[in-house]
């Protein structure tokens, strides 16, 4: 914006200084005597200040326009920048979301899975210890057993040392 005004405004003016400078060169090498060149001087300042009037009039509406349209576009820039930031922020927001669910929905199936290993570690657990009393229990049964046996066996040896004893003083 400020470039093209700036461009139009050294335009302008070089269109003036060249052509005061033009007529009054041009004044200058005619032939005449002084009455008529102060008279054609003023002539041509007067035809020079009515284009540098008009010129200056053409130079405000340009630059009118000009500002003006640069206000215009820089009013549909920002509108346009403005609609996309805000769709850069629904799209960061989308995007935020579907982490957060990504993320959450992970964190469900990490859970889920943590529970079934703890579930089948217990349930291991719980087989193996119950495996294990079967076993001790079959084990106490099996000493109770062979102590019966050994008791049983101990019972009829003293007895029949007994007898063997009795018999022998009753001798």
């Given at each position: 914006?400020?470039?093209?005004?700036?461009?139009t405004?050294?335009?302008?003016?070089?269109?003036?200084?060249?052509s005061i400078v033009g007529?009054?060169?041009?004044?200058?090498v005619?032939?005449?005597?002084?009455?008529e060149?102060?008279?054609?001087i003023?002539?041509?300042m007067?035809?020079?200040?009515?284009?540098?009037s008009e010129?200056?009039e053409?130079?405000?509406?340009?630059?009118?326009?000009i500002?003006s349209?640069?206000?215009e576009?820089?009013?549909?820039?920002?509108?346009a920048?403005?609609?996309?930031?805000?769709?850069?922020?629904?799209?960061v927001?989308e995007?935020?979301d579907?982490?957060?669910?990504t993320?959450?929905?992970?964190v469900?199936?990490?859970?889920?899975?943590?529970?079934d290993?703890?579930?089948?570690?217990?349930?291991?657990?719980?087989?193996?210890t119950?495996?294990?009393a079967?076993?001790?229990?079959e084990?106490?049964?099996?000493v109770?057993?062979?102590t019966?046996?050994s008791?049983?066996t101990v019972?009829e040896?003293?007895?029949e040392m007994?007898?063997?004893?009795?018999?022998?003083?009753?001798e």
């Amino acid at each position: 914006m400020g470039k093209n005004q700036n461009t139009t405004g050294n335009f302008m003016t070089g269109i003036i200084v060249g052509s005061i400078v033009g007529a009054v060169t041009a004044l200058m090498v005619a032939p005449k005597s002084g009455k008529e060149l102060r008279s054609d001087i003023n002539n041509q300042m007067g035809t020079l200040k009515e284009k540098s009037s008009e010129w200056k009039e053409t130079v405000m509406e340009k630059g009118s326009d000009i500002s003006s349209t640069a206000m215009e576009k820089t009013s549909q820039i920002r509108q346009a920048a403005m609609e996309k930031g805000s769709n850069v922020v629904e799209v960061v927001k989308e995007k935020a979301d579907q982490f957060r669910n990504t993320a959450n929905g992970a964190v469900e199936e990490i859970a889920e899975a943590t529970k079934d290993m703890t579930d089948g570690w217990r349930e291991t657990i719980h087989d193996t210890t119950e495996d294990m009393a079967d076993q001790a229990q079959e084990s106490i049964d099996q000493v109770e057993a062979q102590t019966m046996d050994s008791t049983d066996t101990v019972a009829e040896k003293t007895k029949e040392m007994a007898d063997k004893i009795n018999n022998s003083m009753n001798e």
